[in-house]
Structures are given as structure tokens and as C-alpha cells.
């Protein structure tokens, strides 16, 4: 995002007034622009218990295994994925507003409300976030990468956090969300690349950061990339698991 669009957008709150992008009401002064206190409190976040491996949150009480079925089945690159909320109600909303209707903003808010989260904000500590990329022509598209806006406002946010766009979509892929478990598995393996420009090391604890996470096979795909370039710490976050 330049600053020209944060310009532009500084000039429509002039015009228009902000609301709560979920209550709707209109927005007081505060660190969040579009998410009242009231809307914060409406978003479902993830308690513990959850799959140690994705996040995936359980209903219940979990003894024993910590690993949900679907990771034993996956066998994921990345160590262990967190995500502040679940992809349902107004944050499946606000996601689809930030990812899909030109409002990439709206992803600084939702960031500042996750790492309100101690779980979630601990894993990410002092690491090097990387984001999913996004294919050239659908970054042209877009304007923007919205795992990329995610990815530098929790750098700004978390100590000790730094990052680097150092993955590369090689081709373009079918989108996910119509894909059943195993053709989003096919569908994203080896579709991503190491962008020369920023090397891998062995020594760095790297976190790969989307969006959603729904069966984790881009962030695993992802993370077995790096693993390749010789990164030995890999895990995964995502703001919502769906
Ligand atoms: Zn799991």
C-alpha cells in the first residue's frame, strides 16, 4: 500500500465519516480506525484447546494426542500454525472486505485485535515473518497482497519481529476455496519459490503468515520451500483458521 492510498484514504474519512466495520456504528478516535471496542468484542477468537500442530480450535476438552486428524494426515512442513480467530461471522466479513472489495486496510485492524491475543503474539515474537506471496498477474489485479499488508503490520507491532517478501509464487494457481482437502494439496505443491534476493539461513526462526488457514496446504507448501533452501525452524500463523 503507498502512502498516496493511505492519503486518499485519510481524505474519505473526511468525507465519510468511519464506522465499525462490524457494528457499523460510528467509530471514536482510537489506535483501531474501522473496529469499534464493541465490534472487538463481537469476533471470535480461539482458546485453548487447540490442534498444537494448525490451530484448529476443538469443542471440548482434548486428552492425550494434541494433533487434530487432519494434521496426522497432512504432515505439515511448518512446526506448529496459530491463528487468533476463527473465519466465521464478522471476521470471515472483515477478511472478505480486506481480500476481495479493495479495502487492504482494514487487515491493520484485524491485526492489531489478534495480537491482543498473548498466545498468538508470543509465537510470532522475534521471528522473521515471510507472507504467502500472490502470482504477478493476481497481484496486478488486486493492487495489493493482502498476506503481505498483514505481514509488515505485525513486523511494526510484535518486538523483535522482522520480514522480507522472501517467497516467490512461481505460476498461478486455481483458487482454493472451492477445492476439496486433497486437490488444494496438489493444487499449491511446488508453486512456490525462494526469491533470491533474500537467502535463507538455518539460524533464523521463520514464520510464514496468510490470511486464512483452512486445511494449511499453502502453508505447508510454503514452509516445505523454505525447508528446502535450508531453513531448519519454520512455523505458521494466520489471522483466522476457517
Ligand atoms: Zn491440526
Not at 108 to 128: E, P
Request: aromatic share 8%; with cysteine; net charge positive.
Amino acid at each position: 500500500m503507498s502512502l498516496l492510498d493511505d492519503l486518499d484514504r485519510g481524505l474519505l474519512d473526511l468525507i465519510f465519516p468511519r464506522d465499525c466495520a462490524v457494528t457499523q456504528e460510528p467509530m471514536d478516535e482510537g489506535e483501531r480506525l474501522h473496529l469499534s471496542d464493541a465490534g472487538l468484542a463481537l469476533l471470535p477468537r480461539i482458546f485453548d484447546p487447540r490442534c498444537f500442530t494448525c490451530g484448529h480450535p476443538f469443542d471440548g476438552w482434548l486428552e492425550g494426542d494434541r494433533t487434530c486428524p487432519h494434521c496426522l494426515d497432512l504432515n505439515p512442513a511448518f512446526h506448529r500454525a496459530l491463528c487468533a480467530f476463527r473465519a466465521q461471522g464478522p471476521v470471515r466479513h472483515i477478511i472478505h472486505r480486506f481480500k476481495y472489495e479493495k479495502s487492504p486496510y482494514l487487515a491493520d485492524d484485524l491485526v492489531a485485535a489478534a495480537i491482543q491475543d498473548t498466545a498468538f503474539r508470543r509465537h510470532l515474537a522475534g521471528s522473521h515473518l515471510i507472507p504467502v506471496p500472490l502470482y504477478r498477474t493476481r497481484l496486478q489485479d488486486r493492487g495489493y497482497n493482502q498476506a503481505e499488508r498483514i505481514t509488515r503490520t505485525l513486523a511494526q507491532k510484535i518486538p523483535g519481529c522482522s520480514w522480507s517478501p522472501a517467497l516467490l509464487k512461481k505460476h498461478p494457481t486455481a483458487s482454493q476455496t472451492r477445492l476439496g482437502r486433497e486437490e488444494r494439496r496438489r493444487n499449491v505443491a511446488e508453486a512456490f519459490s525462494v526469491n533470491p534476493n533474500y537467502p535463507i539461513r538455518p539460524d533464523i526462526r521463520y514464520v510464514v503468515i496468510d490470511d486464512v488457514l483452512t486445511t494449511g496446504s499453502t502453508l505447508h507448501a510454503c514452509a516445505k520451500t523454505l525447508r528446502q533452501a535450508g531453513a531448519s525452524m519454520v512455523d505458521a500463523a494466520a489471522l483466522a483458521h476457517g
